[in-house]
């Protein structure tokens, strides 16, 4: 897939502004606690909270912090109800954004995104405006260790996956969204739990940029993904690996 490398690292850079933040505990257990609200309150029946708790396993979240978004979420102790929310639209240079949020305000939340929006100089626009340049994917990612190449695609054709790409830092595995908890759990069977699973938005192509525009582009993306509200952020931007260095330092 076009741009896979560059996306991927994008993401991975995600992770650890959030970290660096102190975000990523409000944003997993809004999520824990939509997903327990959502369905049953066992991650065992429960695919979307399964993967929450794996995240927050991931962040080294303590076990009582989980135990009570989820409980909050099933209603033992009340508490917010969270909106999904997805914004598109462009940013600097024409790169197309979409953004994922879960908010108890939708306003507050639209009024500051469409203000990292406009301050960039890009533009806020409806719902599918850009969603047609992306694919809307599970996404399976495991490290090197976990199997070889030809393992990793084996199993993934079995579990029913549409495509696996092997690089010298993962094994990504995509599949159809209303395929995804079957191929996690078939490949978890298999090699264990992955690094990550969850349902992502991946870009068909990618618009390559200059540093300029890579500047003020990172610069609305920290903007948008400093914000409690906003879970994920996505974009079809390419850049080199030498710029992608002196941004993310």
Avoid: C
């Amino acid at each position: 897939m076009a741009g896979h490398s560059q996306f991927k690292n994008i993401m991975y850079r995600k992770g650890a502004q959030d970290k660096k933040r102190g975000k990523v505990f409000t944003k997993i257990i809004r999520e824990l606690t939509t997903a327990a609200r959502s369905g049953l309150p066992d991650p065992a029946a429960n695919p979307r909270l399964r993967a929450a708790v794996l995240a927050a396993r991931q962040a080294n979240m303590p076990k009582d912090t989980v135990d009570r978004a989820i409980k909050r979420g099933a209603g033992g102790d009340g508490g917010e109800a969270y909106d999904e929310v997805r914004y598109e639209g462009y940013g600097p240079g024409g790169v197309a954004v979409i953004v994922e949020a879960l908010t108890d305000n939708r306003n507050r939340t639209a009024s500051d995104v469409r203000a990292a929006f406009t301050k960039a100089g890009g533009a806020l626009g409806e719902t599918n405006s850009v969603g047609f340049m992306f694919d809307h994917v599970g996404e399976i990612v495991y490290l090197p260790s976990a199997a070889s190449a030809d393992a990793m695609l084996e199993a993934a054709i079995e579990a029913g996956a549409e495509d696996v790409h092997s690089e010298a830092d993962s094994h990504t595995v995509l599949s159809a969204p209303e395929d995804f908890n079957s191929v996690r759990d078939a490949l978890e069977e298999k090699f264990g739990p992955a690094e990550t699973a969850r349902i992502a938005w991946r870009p068909k192509t990618t618009s390559p940029i200059d540093d300029e525009t890579a500047t003020s582009l990172f610069k609305m993306l920290e903007t948008l993904e400093d914000s409690d509200d906003v879970q994920n952020v996505y974009a079809n931007f390419e850049v080199g690996e030498e710029v992608l260095a002196r941004l993310s330092a």
